[in-house]
């Protein structure tokens, strides 16, 4: 299921700066830039660095 919790993030990380409106996510984050540290240590803990280049891209952005 983490897996599924870094794409989460990853989508929510570019919803929040596509849609600068609140929104709160299951976690409680509420931010991009938080978005994209949950989705960074998830990719750390589950080693699914398939996700790495969305990572970036959302690094960028931010």
Same mark, same amino acid.
């Given at each position: 299921? @983490? ?6 993030? #990853? ?11 609140? #929104?709160? %996510? *299951?976690?409680? %984050? %509420? ?6 540290? #949950?989705? @960074? *240590?998830? $990719? ?8 790495? *280049? ?6 960028? @952005? $931010?």
């Amino acid at each position: 299921m @983490k897996l599924y919790a870094v794409d989460a993030a #990853l989508l929510r990380g570019n919803l929040m700066l596509d849609h600068p409106q609140p #929104l709160l %996510s *299951k976690e409680g %984050s %509420s931010s991009a830039q938080e978005q994209y540290e #949950l989705a @960074k *240590k998830l $990719i750390d803990e589950t080693g699914y660095h398939l996700r790495n *280049k969305e990572l970036e891209q959302l690094n960028a @952005k $931010i």
